[in-house]
């Protein structure tokens, strides 16, 4: 079995990928006033996993053996991504209940 087949197969995977990475697409394009950091560090992690999928076919396609360094380096940084996201989300959260709290403080007074 040549490269073409497992390169057809992995593009057709990023092709079907679409359901995931463009709404995250529209989650980063909705800018910084919209979404909470949290939401676009998950997209952009979300991006960089497909990207990656997709990056994979054409080096598969172009016979390149590079293919498993370049699927470690972009899972690498999707998962960096995907962490920094579930910390600011931490965060978010925190910051969302201290605000609740006073909230509650100020109207009992």
């Given at each position: 079995?040549?490269?073409?087949?497992?390169?057809?197969?992995?593009?057709?995977?990023?092709?079907?990928?679409?359901?995931?990475?463009?709404?995250?697409?529209?989650?980063?394009?909705?800018?910084a006033?919209?979404?909470?950091?949290?939401?676009?560090?998950?997209?952009?992690?979300?991006l960089?996993?497909?990207?990656?999928?997709?990056?994979?076919?054409?080096?598969?396609?172009?016979?390149?053996?590079?293919?498993?360094?370049?699927?470690?380096?972009?899972?690498?940084?999707?998962?960096?991504?995907?962490?920094?996201?579930?910390?600011?989300a931490?965060?978010?959260?925190?910051?969302?209940?201290?605000?609740?709290?006073?909230?509650?403080?100020v109207?009992?007074?």
């Amino acid at each position: 079995m040549g490269s073409g087949v497992p390169a057809l197969g992995v593009a057709v995977v990023a092709l079907a990928g679409h359901v995931w990475y463009v709404p995250a697409l529209l989650e980063l394009r909705a800018g910084a006033a919209d979404r909470p950091r949290s939401s676009r560090s998950a997209a952009a992690a979300c991006l960089v996993a497909w990207a990656t999928v997709a990056l994979t076919a054409v080096v598969l396609a172009a016979g390149g053996a590079g293919w498993p360094a370049l699927g470690a380096a972009g899972g690498a940084g999707a998962v960096v991504l995907r962490v920094r996201a579930a910390l600011q989300a931490r965060r978010e959260s925190r910051e969302t209940a201290g605000a609740w709290a006073e909230l509650h403080r100020v109207k009992k007074a």
